[in-house]
């Protein structure tokens, strides 16, 4: 959209068209196609002259399961039920990754493109939401792996999947949602100010520890528990283990209270994003 404001001579600004409250989806729609090319330039520097390659996606949440096992399934001696605890922690910790990555990724998504951003104009917001359609190779290379995993421990621990499976479609949506809402928020607070990019190692440290991933979630009948659902991960979490592992679904209320957080961490990400978006370039 063009706009003429009167002055010494006649000066034109460039800018997307906007509607209030405007999430800037409707001008993503309309640059998918920019999306899918710098979503697919991220998958190929990512992976480009490594010597394992994707086999990266499966050491991480396998080394990190190991040390689940030993700490919470050996020590602690966490009840899992009938699931084999690799089983219960990898479940977890996949989807986990899968938001933490997209966040961490997309924090730091326009500092690291910040000469494409001064030079021409483009729907800022692809650039948060390229890193997370990334994320999702190493979610789902290491899905193929629990799913495998689930069908090889599935015989002597009575695991089958079921058309329950279909609840954890569910959960990563919602995950992606809330993933794109904060990492969107950090992207631009990341801007303005520098300092923020240490925000980002705390919350993957933080939250790790509050979201049901090496251990079992709370019922949601416990005291605070609907407190402890505000986490969106919380819920989605243990909805995605249910879906894949048969463990118990979390209670409507508490499935509510965490479906309801990662919206409006979603909403309230993205609105942020649109307010600080036309200070950007100036700044980087």
């Given at each position: 959209?063009?706009i003429?404001?009167?002055g010494?001579?006649t000066k034109t600004w460039?800018d997307?068209?906007r509607?209030?409250?405007?999430l800037g989806l409707?001008?993503?729609?309309?640059?998918a196609?920019?999306?899918?090319f710098?979503?697919?330039?991220d998958?190929?520097v990512?992976?480009?002259q490594?010597?394992?390659g994707?086999?990266?996606?499966?050491f991480q949440?396998?080394?990190?399961?190991?040390?689940?096992?030993?700490?919470f399934?050996?020590?602690v001696?966490?009840?899992?039920?009938?699931?084999?605890?690799p089983l219960?922690?990898?479940?977890?910790?996949?989807?986990w990754?899968?938001?933490i990555?997209s966040?961490?990724?997309?924090?730091?998504?326009?500092h690291?493109?910040?000469?494409?951003?001064g030079k021409?104009?483009?729907?800022?917001l692809?650039?948060?939401?390229s890193?997370?359609?990334?994320s999702?190779?190493?979610?789902?290379?290491?899905?193929?792996?629990l799913?495998l995993?689930?069908s090889?421990?599935?015989?002597?621990?009575?695991?089958w999947l079921?058309p329950?499976?279909?609840?954890?479609?569910v959960?990563?949506l919602?995950?992606?949602m809330?993933a794109?809402g904060?990492?969107?928020?950090l992207a631009?607070?990341?801007v303005?100010?520098?300092?923020?990019?240490?925000?980002?190692?705390?919350?993957s440290?933080v939250?790790?520890l509050?979201t049901?991933?090496?251990?079992?979630p709370?019922?949601?009948s416990?005291?605070?528990a609907?407190?402890?659902y505000l986490?969106?991960m919380?819920?989605?979490?243990?909805?995605?283990?249910?879906?894949l592992?048969g463990?118990?679904l979390p209670s409507?209320?508490?499935l509510?209270v965490s479906v309801?957080?990662a919206l409006?961490?979603f909403?309230?990400g993205?609105?942020?994003?649109?307010?600080l978006e036309?200070?950007l370039?100036?700044?980087?």
């Amino acid at each position: 959209m063009a706009i003429n404001r009167p002055g010494r001579g006649t000066k034109t600004w460039i800018d997307a068209e906007r509607h209030f409250p405007d999430l800037g989806l409707r001008a993503v729609w309309g640059r998918a196609d920019l999306l899918l090319f710098l979503a697919r330039r991220d998958i190929k520097v990512r992976y480009q002259q490594t010597f394992f390659g994707v086999l990266w996606a499966l050491f991480q949440p396998l080394i990190m399961v190991a040390i689940f096992w030993v700490v919470f399934g050996r020590f602690v001696k966490v009840d899992t039920g009938n699931i084999p605890y690799p089983l219960f922690g990898l479940a977890g910790l996949i989807l986990w990754n899968l938001f933490i990555h997209s966040v961490t990724s997309a924090a730091n998504s326009l500092h690291n493109h910040r000469e494409m951003i001064g030079k021409i104009y483009f729907p800022r917001l692809l650039l948060p939401f390229s890193t997370v359609v990334t994320s999702v190779i190493d979610f789902l290379i290491a899905l193929v792996l629990l799913i495998l995993l689930i069908s090889l421990f599935a015989p002597y621990g009575g695991i089958w999947l079921s058309p329950r499976i279909l609840l954890a479609v569910v959960a990563i949506l919602i995950t992606l949602m809330a993933a794109a809402g904060l990492g969107a928020a950090l992207a631009a607070l990341n801007v303005m100010f520098r300092d923020l990019r240490q925000l980002v190692p705390i919350i993957s440290q933080v939250g790790l520890l509050a979201t049901p991933v090496a251990y079992p979630p709370l019922s949601g009948s416990e005291p605070l528990a609907l407190l402890y659902y505000l986490n969106p991960m919380a819920g989605q979490v243990t909805l995605f283990r249910a879906a894949l592992l048969g463990t118990p679904l979390p209670s409507p209320l508490a499935l509510g209270v965490s479906v309801g957080s990662a919206l409006l961490m979603f909403v309230g990400g993205l609105l942020l994003f649109g307010v600080l978006e036309r200070r950007l370039a100036d700044i980087l």
